[in-house]
């Protein structure tokens, strides 16, 4: 794991980095619903958020609901109303974002949240407190580590740098784990930029 000084360098510049799973009941947030959304900080101590929404659209996978094991009825009692939820969560990150530091929404497979989250803040709130850029971990991992795009399944990835293989599909402890792979992987590639910036003065 990378240290607290690593740790530290990362977020002493502009980005502030957030990382956020969500769980849904489909595939697209025009059908389906946004059900659960987990985030936390990568820095230490690390800031978690949670919430479950009652589902705002009735399109249902199988698939999805047997993946999150969630029940729509269920939400409907006990979910957080869209608009409340999506206003705790900018709440939320503008109370973690430290001053001068900008939000970055960070996710592994990050298309795939960023498209719900990004849809759901415009739709309840008129905007999106990350802005219109996210990060994916895993074409960050592909990068740094110079793998093939088949090699960045979370399994693989995981496997390689934690040893956490599955996913409990809970949105805040998939964000937990998944922090915990970007870590490693930032550290990995601060320890590459440190190397390459010796190597220049080096040579000059």
């Not at 794991?1 to 595939?27: A, C, H, R, W």
């Not at 958020?49 to 249902?60: H, K, M, S, T």
């Given at each position: ?31 389906y619903a946004l059900l ?63 001053e001068k530091q900008k ?78 792979l970007f870590e490693v ?20």
């Open positions: 794991m990378p240290t607290k000084t690593d740790l530290t360098n990362t977020q002493n510049s502009e980005d502030f980095y957030i990382v956020v799973d969500v769980e849904t009941s489909g595939p697209t947030p025009e059908k659960s959304i987990g985030a936390c900080t990568i820095s230490e101590p690390r800031q978690t958020l949670y919430i479950e929404l009652q589902p705002d659209v009735e399109g249902v996978l199988d698939e999805a609901m047997q993946i999150n094991k969630f029940s729509l009825d269920d939400l409907r009692k006990s979910g957080l109303p869209p608009r409340e939820a999506l206003a705790q969560f900018s709440d939320w990150i503008y109370g973690v974002l430290p939000a970055v929404f960070t996710a592994f497979n990050a298309p795939f949240d960023w498209m719900f989250v990004n849809h759901y803040f415009f739709k309840y709130l008129g905007q999106n407190p990350f802005g219109h850029k996210a990060l994916d971990i895993k074409a960050y991992y592909m990068g740094v580590y110079g793998v093939s795009w088949s090699d960045t399944s979370h399994n693989k990835v995981s496997a390689k740098l934690t040893h956490n293989h599955q996913l409990p599909h809970h949105a805040l402890k998939d964000a937990i784990m998944e922090a915990d992987i930032l550290a990995e590639s601060l320890k590459k930029g440190r190397k390459e910036n010796n190597h220049e003065r080096t040579d000059r």
